[in-house]
């Protein structure tokens, strides 16, 4: 079966908020799988009537409302890849010229975001082997955070004997008798 689409998708993750344009107190979380100028794929963890009008709320990266649109579902079916969710097409009932803007701009915010370089990973400092497992790379963080439970052992186990040295000299004791 070809698909004749009017416009490229393009795969990427994104937050999403639907609610049924007839009860908009039922909002369901969704996840975004692809979008396009015309519309997009979400998964959801409820079935949606097809047909149905629904409002979306599509988030950028950093969790804000990046707009919301209406749109009218075309399809949904329990996802192939047996996770209990439904996969749910919904094409944007965009008619004016300044909300087709919006949603090109959110498509192109979220190719931006698709298309950063990750951040390379740090390479370890050292390589801790042991008896019964392989050998584990430390990054610079984990060995900070090593070190900084080391100190904090010395200064509670001094604060520990002082505090006892201090007790037993005010019960005319020692350590040593």
């Not at 004749?4 to 009860?23: D, E, T, W, Y």
């Amino acid at each position: 079966m070809h698909e004749r689409r009017r416009h490229k998708r393009i795969k990427c993750g994104f937050k999403a908020l639907v609610m049924p344009s007839q009860n908009a107190r039922i909002r369901l979380s969704a996840f975004g799988i692809d979008i396009s100028e015309g519309g997009l794929k979400l998964s959801l963890a409820s079935n949606i009537i097809v047909g149905s009008t629904v409002i979306v709320h599509l988030y950028r990266p950093n969790g804000e409302v990046a707009m919301s649109i209406m749109g009218d579902v075309v399809y949904s079916r329990i996802s192939p890849n047996k996770t209990g969710t439904y996969e749910t097409g919904i094409k944007f009932s965009v008619s004016n010229i300044a909300d087709r803007k919006r949603v090109v701009e959110y498509v192109n915010e979220i190719v931006r975001e698709k298309n950063k370089r990750p951040e390379p990973e740090l390479e370890p400092m050292f390589r801790i082997t042991g008896k019964k497992r392989k050998a584990q790379d430390v990054t610079p963080q984990q060995m900070s955070l090593f070190v900084f439970v080391i100190i904090m052992w010395i200064i509670l186990t001094v604060a520990f004997f002082y505090v006892i040295g201090r007790y037993l000299d005010s019960m005319n004791m020692s350590f040593f008798r």
